[in-house]
Nanobody
Framework: QVQLVESGGGLVQPGGSLTLSCAASGSFSEIDVMGWYRQAPGNQRELVATMTRGGSIRYADSVLGRFTISRDNTKHTVNLQMNSLKPEDTAIFYC?????????WGQGTQVTVSS
């Protein structure tokens, strides 16, 4: 079992920045992939950014150049630095961890971009 706790969401003006953090705990030796997904009202949950234990990164096209994912394999944490935020980035952001074939989700943190 893996428990994920997210933090760092909130309200920010367009053009602003936020950093999301996620910490994993539980019974595991290594986490293969950690990342962030988001779900806006009325939309499906979508990938934002993921990072493998070896450092391979994948970003959604919509966040390229604005968001940066990073992780600490020893602390089992993953962060998402979000810059140049837009109103369309408003969503609940979820942390996800993959251990083998199993995926685990955090409870989500709200990000609202509005003036």
């Amino acid at each position: 079992q893996v428990q994920l706790v997210e933090s760092g969401g909130g309200l920010v003006q367009p053009g602003g920045s936020l950093t999301l953090s996620c910490a994993a705990s539980g019974s595991f030796s290594e986490i293969d992939v950690m990342g962030w997904y988001r779900q806006a009202p009325g939309n499906q949950r979508e990938l934002v950014a993921t990072m493998t234990r070896g450092g391979s990164i994948r970003y959604a096209d919509s966040v390229l150049g604005r968001f940066t994912i990073s992780r600490d394999n020893t602390k089992h944490t993953v962060n998402l630095q979000m810059n140049s935020l837009k109103p369309e980035d408003t969503a609940i952001f979820y942390c996800k961890a993959a251990v083998g074939l199993r995926g685990y989700w955090g409870q989500g943190t709200q990000v609202t971009v509005s003036s």
